[in-house]
């Protein structure tokens, strides 16, 4: 049986590219992962007096869903050179109550994206930071900051041959990552 492994996308925009390779991988993955976009861009920012007894229905909502999954992979643009708030609220609020996190054991996989050449290398490296303390064991090679996403796709939409096989390689990577923590 399939791993249900969530994805978060860290843009908003309807059209971001970001989204789009999260779409890619859907469609690449090996049969043994099953990957599910999260929704997170309607959660409130974390604020621990809203997060009572009766926490927002969204919170819970995405609490329930990251629970269910057995991996998690953070496909993410960089903002300023750091993570943009939407990824980072949502780490936060999956963090909490305390000592229920439902993020602790999880495989994870980090992949940034971006226009420019750099890839996205500081926002990857501050997820990585928030990664390590919520004790999610995360794939490192390989690395994947893919840039130039721009013209990672042709003219009708479609992913290039050359950017398919870089995303193949990571989702394979990750999916034996998966299966060897499991
Ligand atoms: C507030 C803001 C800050 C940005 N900072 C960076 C940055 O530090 N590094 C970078 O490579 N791109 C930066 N960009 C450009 C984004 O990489 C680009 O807008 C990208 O398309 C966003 O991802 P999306 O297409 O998934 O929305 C920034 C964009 C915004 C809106």
């Known amino acids: 049986m399939s791993k249900k492994i969530a994805v978060l996308v860290g843009s908003l925009r309807k059209d971001s590219y970001n989204l789009k390779i999260a779409k890619v991988f859907q469609q690449i993955a090996p049969s043994s992962l099953s990957l599910h ?6 959660l409130p920012l974390y604020n621990e007096d809203i997060d009572t007894q009766t926490p927002p229905p969204s919170y819970t909502r995405f609490r329930q869903e990251i629970a269910n999954c057995q991996g ?25 109550p305390y000592g229920q996190s439902v993020w602790s054991k999880k495989p994870a ?9 750099i890839g996205g290398f500081g926002a990857n490296h501050q997820l990585r930071q928030s990664l390590v303390f919520l004790d999610m064991p995360t794939l490192q090679q390989p ?12 003219a009708n939409g479609n992913i290039t041959a050359k950017s398919q096989e870089f995303l193949s390689s990571i989702i394979n990577a990750y999916a034996t990552w998966v299966e060897k923590l499991s």
């Open 143 to 154: 690395e994947a900051y893919f840039g130039g996403v721009s013209s990672a796709f042709d």
């Open 109 to 117: 996989a980090i992949i940034s994206v971006s226009p420019g050449g």
């Open 37 to 42: 976009i999260i929704q997170i861009g309607d």
């Open 72 to 96: 998690v992979i953070f496909i993410t643009p960089e903002y300023n050179r750091g993570l943009p708030a939407v990824i980072k609220n949502a780490i936060d609020v999956g963090s909490r």
